[in-house]
């Protein structure tokens, strides 16, 4: 079993996908089951195929991912991020492409931390001055 596979890792929010790429008839499997099961919302699968949509790739490669952490949408995007990644591994000209397109850039946004004396990261506790 010589076939090429082609693997990366994406991260959004608390979310993290190890994705593999290999040649076939351009299935997606996540978590061990199809993309319409596992991601409901067609908005999300429209996200998630966007880098393999723009590099002409749909329908000739398979997609496995494997995601973990945060929820729904943190998952697509870090999903979307590992294609992204793995795309540039298998072809380093689909770079240019991709990274016009913002998906090979890691979202830093996180949930701020909640601080100790507060209610929340910035909420404060009701002042009473009586």
Do not use: C
């Not at 998630?48 to 998952?75: D, F, I, M």
């Not at 591994?89 to 830093?108: F, H, I, Q, Y």
């Amino acid at each position: 079993m010589a076939e090429n596979v082609y693997s990366a890792v994406g991260r959004r929010k608390t979310s993290v996908a190890r994705v593999r790429l290999v040649k076939g008839p351009g299935e997606i499997t996540v978590n061990k089951k199809a993309v319409d099961a596992y991601f409901p919302m067609e908005t999300l699968r429209a996200d998630l195929k966007r880098p393999l949509e723009l590099t002409k790739t749909l329908g000739s490669l398979n997609v496995y991912a494997s995601v973990n952490g945060g929820g729904v949408n943190g998952q697509a995007f870090a999903v979307r991020h590992g294609i992204s990644r793995a795309l540039v591994e298998m072809d380093p000209n689909l770079r240019g492409v991709l990274k016009k397109a913002g998906l090979l850039t890691r979202d830093p946004r996180m949930k701020e931390r909640k601080k100790y004396g507060q209610r929340g990261a910035r909420a404060r506790f009701q002042f009473s001055k009586r």
